[in-house]
């Protein structure tokens, strides 16, 4: 089984900031990696909506642009 993961020979999503509180966050980073195979170079922001009930995290929603994020979580800045 292979995973998402494998294509790249080297990778990172950098935590940049946390934005909203209670129970809606929404947390921006900085993809980078390289392909495994042909050495492309990725670098880009991404970010994750996360909805919590009760301390627990109930649904994650992964963006590649953060705005479309914020704007999902109705934090819009």
Same mark, same amino acid.
Not at 28 to 34: E, G, L, Q
């Given at each position: 089984m292979e995973i998402w993961s494998e294509p790249y020979g080297e990778m990172t999503n950098e935590l940049q900031r946390i934005v909203g509180s209670g129970d809606c966050l929404v947390s921006?980073? &900085?993809? &980078?990696? &390289?392909a495994r195979y042909t050495g492309i170079e990725f670098d880009q922001p991404s970010a994750y909506c996360w909805t919590f009930r009760e301390e627990r995290i109930i649904r994650i929603q992964g963006f590649w642009d953060p705005q479309e994020a914020l704007a999902a979580a109705g934090l819009v800045e």
């Open positions: 921006i980073h &900085r993809f &980078r990696a &390289r």
